[in-house]
């Protein structure tokens, strides 16, 4: 078909509509997509789950904006995997850790975090440069969940004011560079086989907790053995300032 033909059938289409079938093939493909290759798809289909997945891709497949669910969760993630790939496809992940709510969210579409200087190895500043596509793994491990989000990364230096926006406060690093990370598509997994472990700061917090009341307790029971008596606050609560009522002598 010449150019000229082109554009005549591009008119008709636009003045007398489409077809269904044209409708369709305009529609944008769902976000899933951006893991659902055909190749995956084929392995659905042949293990039968492909139409389980189909119902949802018909609803426009996973979410792509940051909802405020997401955002508390971020807000309380202290570590985090982020995945690269260089031009020719090699992957590479690479652990990013820092104080609760370091991965910052930008936006509904962004996300971004100060990176910290390392072991100088670079690889995942190497592959961003040549390869934008990146992949982020979040695991709460406490409460046994866990999010991927897909979607485009590039590495920012010398920006001052964002810099001065992503910085934990009293974090002791040295920030070398800022990488930012537009969401195209996120999804949460099943607590399924995620082993249930807690931080150790937040551990000792509990214990120290524990260590306090056990403390007070002793004291009481201290209290009792010494005096034959009620510990202050027992004499305290039988005097009726407690709410009962007091009885006369």
């Not at 007398?16 to 529609?27: C, K, L, N």
């Not at 070398?176 to 472990?197: G, K, R, S, Y």
């Not at 931080?199 to 917090?205: T, W």
């Amino acid at each position: 078909m010449s150019h000229r033909g082109r554009a005549g059938y591009t008119h008709h289409l636009t003045n007398h509509g489409t077809s269904p079938t044209m409708e369709r093939d305009q529609m944008p493909a769902p976000s899933s997509d951006v893991a659902f290759t055909p190749s995956v798809k084929g392995v659905q289909e042949k293990r039968g789950s492909r139409a389980h997945f189909a119902k949802m891709e018909a609803t426009g497949g996973w979410r792509t904006a940051i909802t405020p669910d997401l955002a508390a969760f971020l807000a309380e993630a202290r570590s985090f995997y982020l995945a690269t790939a260089s031009a020719d496809g090699q992957p590479y992940v690479q652990h990013r850790g820092g104080p609760p709510g370091f991965l910052r969210v930008l936006d509904e579409h962004s996300l971004g975090f100060a990176d910290f200087k390392g072991n100088r190895q670079y690889i995942t500043t190497g592959n961003l440069a040549e390869n934008g596509k990146a992949f982020i793994f979040v695991m709460d491990y406490s409460h046994r969940r866990r999010v991927k989000l897909w979607g485009h990364a590039r590495v920012l230096a010398g920006d001052d004011g964002l810099l001065a926006r992503l910085w934990p406060e009293g974090y002791q690093a040295r920030i070398e560079q800022v990488i930012l990370f537009a969401v195209a598509a996120w999804d949460t997994n099943c607590p399924q086989h995620i082993p249930q472990m807690f931080h150790a700061e937040d551990v000792g917090h509990t214990l120290q907790q524990f260590q306090a009341r056990i403390r007070e307790l002793e004291a009481q029971v201290a209290a009792l053995k010494g005096g034959g008596g009620a510990p202050p606050e027992a004499a305290a609560g039988s005097t009726g300032q407690g709410g009962g009522e007091a009885r006369a002598p």
